[in-house]
């Protein structure tokens, strides 16, 4: 069965440019979640995609959004980049409901991005 | 508000004893608690889990301990290899109802196991 992958794994851009990164689902997983890693701390929720709709929305302004597509692989779009966006953007993927209850995520790689 | 707490940031052992990782939490609602490891370059990869209503859950060279009164687990790796040096991410789950899947993640510990 094939991971999760996500591109691009680095960027760089300017305070108020915008970025789209993507990320395509493990096989067999229906829901998609992003997660944003500052240096230093853990990965953050952003938000989640189950049926191509966001279910799940963590402390992050409405200038980060996202989609999912029916082959559930997912975007991540921030408007507006700020200095504070700089982190490691983790993509997620799991199956709901969950066979074991717990709620187990697969992450992918990341993708770095630095704004300047 | 951090729910969940990694107080250690490093810790370093030796190669073949035990290495003990700790996590506390706040919220007694969580129902679900994970670790993960995360290697350099690669992202987080699922260890181990526990379900609030058990005390001990173990795999292999893993063993998470949960303390409900005290709002505390930890992770024990017996014996601990090189290979095992990476960041250990301790994270709670709740059921928010439907499909939402939210982790709430720990600021991680560094374990370095020397040879």
């Known amino acids: 069965e094939t991971g999760v992958t996500q591109s691009p794994t680095h960027l760089i851009k300017t305070r108020g440019q915008q970025v789209t990164l993507r990320c395509s689902s493990q096989?067999?997983?229906?829901?998609v979640s992003w997660y944003q890693q500052a240096l230093g701390q853990g990965p953050q929720f952003i938000f989640q995609y189950y049926r191509e709709e966001e279910n799940g929305r963590g402390n992050f302004p409405p200038r980060f959004s996202g989609l999912q597509f029916p082959n559930y692989s997912s975007e991540l779009n921030v408007n507006a980049l700020e200095l504070d966006d700089s982190a490691l953007y983790l993509c997620?993927?799991?199956?709901?409901?969950?066979?074991?209850?717990?709620?187990?995520?697969?992450f992918g790689a990341g993708s770095r991005l630095t704004v300047l | 508000d951090q729910q969940v707490k990694q107080n250690s940031p490093s810790l370093s052992v030796q190669e073949g004893r035990i290495s003990i990782l700790n996590c506390d939490y706040t919220?007694?609602?969580?129902?679900?608690f994970l670790w993960y490891k995360k290697y350099p370059a690669e992202g987080p990869t699922f260890l181990i889990s526990?379900?609030?209503?058990?005390d001990k859950n173990e795999d292999g060279r893993f063993t998470v301990f949960l303390n409900k009164s005290a709002k505390h687990l930890s992770l024990h790796i017996v014996p601990s290899q090189p290979g095992d040096s990476a960041v250990y991410f301790c994270a709670a789950s709740t059921n928010y109802g439907g499909a939402t899947n939210k982790l709430i993640f720990g600021t991680g510990t560094l374990l370095a196991v020397q040879p």
């Open positions: 997620a993927s799991s199956l709901w409901p969950s066979s074991s209850g717990a709620n187990v995520l697969t």
């Open positions: 526990i379900s609030s209503i058990k």
């Open positions: 096989s067999g997983h229906n829901t």
């Open positions: 919220n007694s609602m969580f129902d679900y």
